[in-house]
T-cell receptor, first 111, second 113 residues
Framework: EDKVVQSPLSLVVHEGDTVTLNCSYE??????LLWYKQEKKAPTFLFML????IEKKSGRLSSILDKKELSSILNITATQTGDSAIYLC???????????FGGGTRLMVKP | DGGITQSPKYLFRKEGQNVTLSCEQN?????MYWYRQDPGQGLRLIYY???????QKGDIAEGYSVSREKKESFPLTVTSAQKNPTAFYLC????????????FGEGSRLTVL
């Protein structure tokens, strides 16, 4: 059974801080790892990392996949209050039918 | 604008009643999914459908049923057999061949009284 574990469970920082969120996984026949941001209700897609693309960056957010350690990190630099959300990590296997999600990290950025 | 619409946003149900949650998409996506979200547990897959008139059970299908009669619609019924139905339910869709990039609706929060 595929398994995804995220840490920390929650995090409180101040604006301008840099944060690192962690995701570790156990999956048979890994295909991709994905990050989503859930601000209020609907999660929105951030990044997809595969064997052929182990690092992605978009503005202040970046993510790296470590296939040897079966893990990924999501970095957010110069945090803003708008970054406050639950960040979800998910993995997809080669069957490609579904995602397995981790429990999420709740980030709160204080002004 | 293209997207996924879930209704109702909030729903209260008495024990022993079945309830149906609606999910409609106009993204022309073939695949649709239902997830359940409980605090601290991330998203768990209930059912998914990759094509009309076909669907498969996810990890926690017991006590739920679905149908996929139209490409645009994937309603979820929470039956009285579901022992702990109070939760936040999210519907999602994806393009064929890209199950990873999911597009989510705004969710339906079900409370059983």
């Amino acid at each position: 059974e595929d398994k995804v574990v995220q840490s920390p469970l929650s995090l409180v920082v101040h604006e301008g801080d840099t944060v690192t969120l962690n995701c570790s996984y156990e999956v048979t026949n890994f295909r991709s790892l994905l990050w989503y941001k859930q601000e209020k209700k609907a999660p929105t897609f951030l990044f997809m990392l595969t064997s052929s693309g182990i690092e992605k960056k978009s503005g202040r957010l970046s993510s790296i996949l470590d296939k040897k350690e079966l893990s990924s990190i999501l970095n957010i630099t110069a945090t803003q209050t708008g970054d406050s959300a639950i960040y979800l990590c998910a993995v997809e296997d080669n069957a490609g039918n579904m995602l397995t999600f981790g429990g999420g990290t709740r980030l709160m950025v204080k002004p | 604008d293209g997207g996924i619409t879930q209704s109702p946003k909030y729903l209260f149900r008495k024990e022993g009643q079945n309830v149906t949650l609606s999910c409609e998409q106009n993204l022309n996506h073939d695949a649709m999914y239902w997830y359940r979200q409980d605090p601290g547990q991330g998203l768990r897959l209930i059912y998914y459908s990759q094509i009309v008139n076909d669907f498969q059970k996810g990890d926690i299908a017991e006590g739920y049923s679905v149908s996929r009669e139209k490409k645009e619609s994937f309603p979820l019924t929470v039956t009285s057999a579901q022992k702990n139905p109070t939760a936040f339910y999210l519907c999602a869709s994806s393009r064929t061949g890209w199950p990873g990039e999911l597009f989510f609706g705004e969710g339906s929060r079900l409370t059983v009284l």
